[in-house]
């Protein structure tokens, strides 16, 4: 049984920085993508971040030069490093996994690429 925990999430002011972790359990294979969307009320989840075990990332343009992606794999924990937050950062957050055969490569910032998802973690920018 996969499950993945969001937290960090929180209000900052403009420019303000947050780091989001998804600690994930149940996931028994070696090989995984992992990523970060968000989603604004009313809209479809956009890829934020995302990487693969092999250590590839890649990054939303928009995010591009601010947001970090990271893991600690002995804590089976991902990371979001948030700095120079502006209010249209301001969404719902979700890490979600799958497997590189439905995710990897050009695929990793495809929400639907990933089966498994997080309840989310609330981000607000003011």
């Known amino acids: 049984h996969v499950q993945l925990v969001e937290s960090g999430g929180g209000s900052v002011q403009d420019g303000g920085s947050l780091r989001l972790s998804c600690a994930a359990t149940g996931w028994t294979d070696r090989s995984y993508c992992m990523g970060w969307f968000r989603q604004y009320p009313g809209k479809a989840r956009e890829g934020v971040a995302a990487l693969e075990f092999d250590g590839t990332t890649d990054y939303a343009d928009a995010v591009k030069g601010r947001f970090a992606i990271s893991e600690d794999k002995t804590k089976n924990t991902l990371y979001l490093q948030m700095d120079s937050l502006r209010p249209e950062d301001a969404a719902m957050y979700f890490c979600?996994?799958?497997?590189?055969?439905?995710?990897?490569?050009?695929?990793?910032?495809?929400?639907?690429?990933?089966?498994?998802w997080g309840q989310g973690t609330q981000v607000t920018v003011s």
């Open positions: 979600a996994i799958d497997t590189p055969l439905c995710c990897g490569g050009n695929w990793l910032l495809l929400s639907a690429g990933y089966k498994y």
